[in-house]
């Protein structure tokens, strides 16, 4: 990205930083919808 790796690892931390909470978050919703729709 930037040549040096402290950059690199902070955009790395910082992207899963986000995207952990994201897929957590879109995966319970997924989980929800599925379960309102069998009932």
Not at 10 to 34: C, R, T
Request: aromatic residues 16%; glycine residues 10%; proline residues 3%.
């Amino acid at each position: 990205m930037t040549g040096s790796w402290t950059m690199d690892s902070f955009f790395i931390g910082a992207a899963i930083l986000i995207v952990v909470p994201l897929g957590i978050w879109f995966f319970k919703e997924a989980q929800l919808k599925k379960g309102s729709d069998t009932k």
